[in-house]
């Protein structure tokens, strides 16, 4: 049995979102000329459905985030792989899956930047070597208020909305509860479930401005970070009580 969901990213996804966006450099960013959308007002989780309970398996589920770099001195700085392997959560299947619900919460404090080998899997925009220093700018910076508020908000929230068919996969609505507010996105995502699990994974593109967060700029913009980053969603479930 295959089917697509969309928006596991993120589980994302990624994901996540999403919104891990900063750039190795500490200097203060610049204010960008966009004020970001305001967010909708944070939803209350769907009532309960009738179907098939899974739970997300921590440990063999990941969300990629990757963030390219800009500007005219974009030579200076480094494209980065933020990456969450402590995923959560629960999906529930009925027999129609574009009833499906699912509920993902990514941690903030445990995200990484930079693995060697994620980086290595990722391909020629992530060959230039990231050192110690680096990363801990580029922590730094993501887990500021303006960008994860790490200090307020344990983690992102991803909640399904609708899901509607798309060929042999579906598209996915869903909400990101992110520093409190709620923002919302679509993405692809295709799946498979065999026996008790279930398989989610896919890959979408989102502006940070989508989630109300200004990209990093320095230098009168010199220096900079995209606002659209890459999110990829690998998301593993088991029915719950196996």
Request: charge should be negative.
């Given at each position: 049995m295959k089917f697509s969901l969309k928006p596991?990213?993120?589980t994302g996804t990624s994901v996540a979102f999403a919104a891990l966006l900063a750039?190795?450099?500490?200097?203060?960013?610049?204010?960008?000329?966009?004020?970001?959308?305001?967010?909708?007002?944070?939803?209350?989780?769907?009532?309960?459905?009738?179907?098939?309970?899974?739970?997300?398996?921590?440990?063999?589920?990941?969300?990629r985030i990757l963030v390219y770099r800009g500007g005219s001195l974009s030579k200076l700085g480094h494209n980065h792989v933020i990456?969450?392997?402590d995923l959560s959560g629960t999906i529930t299947l009925p027999e129609d899956p574009t009833q499906a619900q699912f509920e993902v919460v990514m941690p903030v404090a445990p995200l990484t930047v930079d693995e060697p080998e994620k980086r290595a899997e990722e391909g020629a925009d992530f060959t230039a070597p990231v050192n110690d220093n680096a990363r801990e700018g580029t922590r730094r910076n993501m887990l500021k208020p303006e960008v994860l508020d790490g200090d307020h908000f344990a983690a992102v929230t991803l909640r399904s909305a609708s899901i509607a068919r798309a060929g042999e996969d579906y598209d996915v609505t869903f909400g990101v509860v992110l520093r409190g507010e709620r923002y919302e996105l679509q993405a692809p995502v295709h799946?498979?479930?065999?026996?008790?699990?279930?398989?989610?994974r896919g890959e979408m593109q989102v502006k940070q401005t989508e989630l109300g967060i200004m990209p990093f700029t320095a230098a009168m913009g010199a220096l900079a970070i995209r606002d659209e980053i890459r999110i990829k969603f690998d998301i593993h479930a088991a029915l719950s009580g196996r």
């Open positions: 596991l990213i993120v750039g190795c450099q500490t200097v203060k960013p610049e204010p960008g000329p966009a004020v970001p959308p305001p967010a909708a007002p944070v939803e209350q989780p769907a009532p309960s459905i009738e179907g098939r309970a899974f739970q997300v398996l921590t440990a063999e589920s990941e969300v990456t969450s392997h799946v498979e479930v065999q026996g008790d699990r279930l398989r989610a």
